[in-house]
């Protein structure tokens, strides 16, 4: 069964910080793909990235970067120089692939979310 | 408009009433998804549906309808709750292609039960 384990319940710090999220994920798949969301009080899930299970590179974009470590089945999210706007709830998830008579379908395991509060 | 839309974005209905929630994507997507979110605990699926047809149901109780008329729209249709089904519901969708799957979500409805 897929897993998805985001230890963290709560972190709070102060804006200009930086902050990093793990995520720590299990699946016996060998093709799978790993995302992280925002969830900000607003409500809506806000797609952030994805990585296939194949490409190990880390991703950079503006203030926010993952690192995608197979060897620990870790897939980290850092901010740095938080700001208030980045307060949410942070969800890393994990697509496993589902054959049906439909052909492929894929569904998503998601982990129980990090929330983020970041202080003036 | 684009992306996932979803109406209403409030709800609260007695036990005894019958509404729907309505979701619409606007991205030329082939696979919708209802998916609840409770309080403290993880979004759990609800409902699949791939080209139209239900590729899904995750035991999920008969009181919760879901009707899927086209790609584009999926409805959920609510018949005597329970107060323990109050949550935020949550539709997404994804184009269906083999490799592509990242999941849009639309901005969610929260349901009241009373």
Redesign the interface.
């Known amino acids: 069964a897929q897993k998805v384990t985001q230890a963290q319940t709560e972190i709070s710090v102060v804006e200009k910080e930086d902050v990093t999220l793990d995520c720590v994920y299990e699946t016996r798949d060998t093709t799978y793909y790993l995302f992280w969301y925002k969830q900000p009080p607003s409500g809506e899930l806000v797609f952030l990235i994805r990585r296939n299970s194949f490409d190990e590179q880390n991703e950079i974009s503006g203030r926010y970067s993952w690192n995608f470590q197979k060897s620990t089945s870790s897939f980290n999210f850092t901010i740095t120089a938080s700001q208030v706007v980045d307060s949410a709830v942070y969800f890393c998830a994990l697509s496993e692939a589902r054959l049906n008579s439909g052909g492929s379908n894929y569904k998503l395991t998601f982990g129980k979310g990090t929330l983020l509060t970041v202080n003036p | 408009e684009t992306g996932v839309t979803q109406t209403p974005r409030h709800l609260v209905m007695g036990m005894t009433n019958k509404k729907s929630l309505k979701c619409e994507q606007h991205l030329g997507h082939n696979?919708m998804y209802w998916y609840k979110q409770s309080a403290k605990?993880?979004?759990e699926?609800m409902f699949?549906y791939?080209?139209e047809?239900r590729?899904?149901n995750n035991s999920v109780p008969s009181r919760f309808s879901p009707e899927c008329p086209n790609s584009s729209h999926l409805f959920l249709h609510l018949h005597t709750l329970q107060p323990e089904d109050s949550a935020?519901y949550?539709c997404?969708s994804?184009t269906g292609l083999?490799?592509t799957?990242?999941?849009?979500?639309?901005?969610?409805t929260?349901l009241t039960v009373l």
């Open positions: 696979a605990k993880p979004l699926l699949v791939s080209l047809e590729v899904e935020l949550l997404a994804r083999a490799g799957d990242t999941q849009y979500f639309g901005p969610g929260r």
